[in-house]
């Protein structure tokens, strides 16, 4: 029986074992049996400490009105604030919302971010909205959070679905809502607009992060970055900044794909090119300089990166059996299904964690959450130097784990946050 199979029989909860929330606290209790780490650990984080679900009405532009259900989990926050995005999708779920605060805990914790796990997201298509709607549907939710959010208490940010503009509403409605606080409510959320609060980098954040770990990374397997080429699925926030940034070094992107279809080009893609046509036409779709392929060409590219930045769970067995790639590079939280990982480890496929790989987000958040507490700015500069440094050491401290437990990167990267977390309960204690 494994240990998240034995703590939920005796708290008497039943999951699934196909269940993500089943799996992410499989996982994350597997990594504290391999360190033996208390027991009361394993119970704490086993379920997150809050899980708020609201529903709220929202005036459409029809005159209709429709009721939207929001959520909002804090997994843990011994280690600070609980931090974590807002994602708008059709797909949010409770268990989904549940499994990515969990992981943000571990996020924070191997970042040694002075910050906790949480996540949050109404289950809608955003795209399917106005933007007066989409502002109505982010106003009406923040006020049914309340104060379960705060700049010390629970700090939202962009996520699958949301953007800075969402964060801007989200903050002024706090503000609004809480006068007390007209100036330090504007921490209450990160990813903000640069004019409004927002930190220089954010937005490239967690392309840049990624940039980083690879760069400390992949000489491990004798790459450089700059001579790979890559495949990249998701070309919304995360993946074009990642494109741009890592052609910039001399990367090669063959084949890119989104929920429209994927496109290939063996001289390579120019992703500012892409990105320009996304910003005009919302898609991949039409891009005039790379050829349409199938979803089964694009996943058996032969290429150095595979990088999965769009939603979870993508990759089922069937497509990890297609990819030809040395190192598949975690953009996107928890895009391999079990069977699909258990196999790429198999045949020697690197896997570079999400924990690890898409880290630059929240640790600039936590850098724009820092400027806005002792209202500061600090330049492009000085975000990227901290940025660097932070997860260069988070690299550094995963491969001294791996070694020392002889495993993957995963577990390496949990083990090492849980190390982090049980510390601080030794040295706190549990009150009262
Ligand atoms: N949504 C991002 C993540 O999952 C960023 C979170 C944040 O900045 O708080 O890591």
């Known amino acids: 029986m494994s240990s998240a199979q034995a703590i939920f029989e005796e708290l008497d909860f039943t999951y699934a074992q196909d269940n993500i929330y ?244 063996e001289k390579g893609i120019d992703p500012f090119a892409l990105d320009r046509h996304v910003q005009e036409h919302g898609s991949i779709s039409g891009f005039p300089l790379a050829d349409p392929i199938s979803e089964e060409e694009f996943y058996c590219q032969r290429v150095d990166l595979f990088i999965p930045a769009a939603l979870e769970q993508m990759i089922d067995l069937e497509k990890a059996e297609w990819l030809r790639c040395k190192v598949i590079v975690e953009a996107a939280n928890l895009p391999l299904q079990q069977e699909a990982e258990s196999y790429l480890l198999g045949k020697g496929t690197k896997i570079l964690p999400a924990v690890l790989c898409n880290a630059g987000g929240v640790t600039v958040s936590y850098f724009e959450w820092k400027q806005n507490r002792q209202s500061e700015t600090w330049d492009l500069d000085r975000v990227d130097r901290r940025l660097k440094r932070v997860l260069i050491q988070a690299a550094r401290r995963v491969k001294d784990m791996a070694k020392q437990q002889q495993c993957d990167l995963r577990v390496a990267s949990t083990c090492a946050a849980l190390e982090h977390i049980n510390e601080v309960y030794e040295m706190r204690g549990i009150f009262p």
């Open 22 to 265: 089943f799996q992410t606290i499989d996982s994350i209790l597997d990594a504290a049996d391999r360190l033996a780490l208390p027991k009361r650990l394993k119970l704490i984080l086993s379920q997150p400490k809050n899980e708020l679900i609201v529903h709220f009405p929202v005036s459409m532009d029809d005159g209709s009105v429709r009721l939207f259900k929001g959520y909002r989990v804090q997994h843990n926050n011994v280690l600070g604030p609980y931090k974590g995005g807002i994602r708008y999708d059709n797909s949010v779920h409770l268990d989904h919302i549940k499994a990515l605060a969990a992981i943000m805990t571990v996020k924070c914790a191997l970042m040694r971010l002075p910050l906790g796990g949480g996540k949050g997201g109404v289950q809608f298509d955003p795209r399917s909205l106005s933007s007066d709607e989409l502002m109505r549907v982010t106003r009406r939710f923040t006020s049914a959070l309340g104060t379960n959010i705060g700049p010390d208490v629970d700090m939202p940010a962009p996520d699958v679905g949301t953007n800075a503009q969402v964060m801007a509403w989200m903050a002024d409605t706090y503000i609004n809502l809480d006068t007390k606080r007209k100036v330090s409510g504007l921490s209450v959320v990160t990813g903000k607009p640069l004019s409004f609060g927002g930190s220089m980098g954010r937005e490239k954040a967690t392309g840049q992060g990624l940039v980083y770990v690879l760069e400390e990374m992949l000489p491990e397997y004798g790459m450089s970055i700059h001579e790979c080429t890559f495949a990249i699925i998701g070309f919304g926030n995360v993946g074009s900044w990642t494109s741009k940034l890592l052609h910039e070094r001399g990367c090669t992107l063959k084949a890119v794909a989104d929920h429209t279809g994927a496109l290939y080009e």
